[in-house]
């Protein structure tokens, strides 16, 4: 497995991998990885002849008032779970590798961008969007593979790679989930042991809301009461809406997506799950 951390190093390295019409898949990661990182790095192996990993915790997606400074870190511990998974190449950029000194251009995105996370974390998808298009173009990987607990993400990835025309395949992987239902996630590990026991109630009550709208309950009371319960439990949501899976426009009928977002104490907890 190589570690990469210069571009001209990169650049030869994917070229090599590509070599004679072999195809690579690229897993975008901020490190701290987790069971399902390495689901991801699993999925690129069978999409792809060669699977690159990167690491970079982009500090273009954080506001001033988010956890740049605080979020996890374990280079090493990161490295050995890529190795035992199959990967071929890791890309560790520097902050200054990834934006030089006089870097000027960004990549703003509307569409499945606004509410939500767009809302609740002004300039987020601009720095998702910016780093994943550069990260696309200096790997020249042919297929990128991302977790569809960040649904909005993934809509918002997509419709750049469309709208931009760049050469490569978008590839969502389901949500992989700890034994009580939370969907694993980097930041878990900063819950507290008490808010940890509570934390499994955010998936429950988005399946007891889906169940419910399925077997023809209105949606609005049915997602007034799940925020209810939420914060009744100790919950601070910050949305849980039923949407349509691509646009993120208010769902109507047919299929549906319901994003959550909710804070345990200072820990911000993401979900979603499909309306069967």
């Excluded at 987020?124 to 990128?144: E, I, M, N, P, Y």
């Amino acid at each position: 497995m190589q570690r990469i951390r210069t571009l001209p190093e990169l650049r030869q390295a994917s070229a090599t991998l590509r070599a004679g019409g072999r195809r690579l898949a690229l897993v975008p990661t901020m490190g701290a990885l987790h069971e399902g990182h390495v689901a991801l790095v699993e999925a690129a192996r069978r999409a792809a002849d060669a699977v690159a990993v990167s690491i970079f915790v982009n500090p273009l997606q954080f506001g001033p008032s988010e956890d740049f400074a605080r979020y996890p870190r374990d280079e090493e511990g990161d490295l050995r779970k890529l190795r035992d998974a199959g990967c071929d190449l890791v890309w560790l950029p520097d902050v200054a590798t990834m934006y030089p000194p006089g870097s000027a251009s960004t990549i703003e995105v509307a569409g499945p961008a606004e509410g939500f996370e767009g809302e609740a974390r002004p300039g987020h998808f601009r720095g998702v969007a910016t780093v994943c298009t550069k990260l696309f173009s200096q790997t020249q990987a042919d297929v990128a593979v991302f977790g569809e607990k960040d649904w909005q993400q993934l809509q918002v990835i997509r419709r750049v790679v469309a709208d931009l025309d760049l050469p490569i395949a978008i590839l969502g992987h389901e949500t992989v989930r700890e034994q009580d239902g939370l969907a694993c996630s980097s930041r878990n590990i900063r819950l507290t042991a008490a808010q940890r026991a509570i934390a499994p109630l955010l998936p429950a009550t988005m399946r007891d809301a889906l169940a419910r709208i399925a077997a023809g309950e209105a949606s609005g009371p049915v997602l007034t009461e799940a925020v209810q319960r939420l914060v009744e439990a100790g919950f601070a949501p910050d949305y849980f809406a039923l949407v349509e899976p691509e646009t993120l426009r208010p769902w109507q009928s047919g299929p549906g997506r319901l994003l959550a977002a909710a804070r345990l104490g200072d820990v911000r907890l993401l979900d979603n799950m499909a309306l069967a």
